[in-house]
Structures are given as C-alpha cells and as structure tokens.
C-alpha cells in the first residue's frame, strides 16, 4: 500500500485509503464534511508543529494495548457524529494517517484498530523509516 504526503504538511503522511474512509464518514453531508475537514486540518496542523508532544491535549490519545505497532487517535470530544482518526508515528517523526472511523460506542474501536494494524502491515515503508 502506498503512503502519500498530505499537501501543507512537513511529516504528516497518509495511507492512500485513508482519504477514502474520511469521505466515506461524509459522504451524505457536505457542508458537515467540510467543516470536520477543518477541524481535522486544524489538529493536523498542532501534530505537525508538535510531534508527540500533541499528546498531552485531550483530542489526542494513545490507544491502550496497541504494540506493533503502537497506534494514536485523535478525537473530537464534542463532536456529534464522533469521527475517530488513527495514526502510527513513524520514527517519533512522521506520523501515517491510517484509517478513520465513526465511534458510535467502544466496541467500534477494536474492528478500527485491526484494520490500522493490517493498514500498517501493508504499507510500503523505506527500510530507513522503519
């Protein structure tokens, strides 16, 4: 699977389906995808500047239980709909967007989270970003 730059960014990467998922989240509201756009953009941005120091604010999150590689959400607490964003830091540099879910209740998170591993296990990582 091939992990692409996302435009604006210096380390934030994106595994090609994950534009995909996020629209698909969107798909029946376009004035809502635009506005999590921006909200997911805006909380990009902080994890660009920041690294894993983003960690310490509360839309960011390591998700317990996850080695191998160890995976990172980011969240919207008062979202209505939700919207849950999983990434792997990739030499405490990069960060890879994975994959992007609606949590509808905590049961969402464990199909979410394979899906990241195998997303992860698929990609075409140069042996120096390993």
Excluded: C
């Amino acid at each position: 699977m091939i992990i692409e730059k996302v435009d604006g960014f210096r380390r934030i990467y994106q595994a090609e389906v994950f534009p995909k998922e996020v629209e698909a989240m969107f798909k029946k509201n376009k004035g809502q995808q635009k506005r999590y756009l921006f909200w997911l953009y805006t909380l990009l941005t902080i994890l660009d500047n920041e690294g894993k120091n983003a960690l310490t604010l509360q839309q960011f999150e390591h998700l317990s239980d996850t080695s191998n590689p160890n995976l990172y959400a980011i969240r919207h607490p008062q979202s209505q709909i939700n919207e849950r964003y999983i990434y792997v830091y990739i030499d405490d540099e990069a960060v890879i967007m994975l994959t992007a879910f609606k949590e509808k209740n905590k049961k969402d998170y464990k199909p979410a989270i394979e899906r990241a591993k195998r997303i992860f296990s698929e990609l075409e990582l140069d042996d120096d970003e390993t």
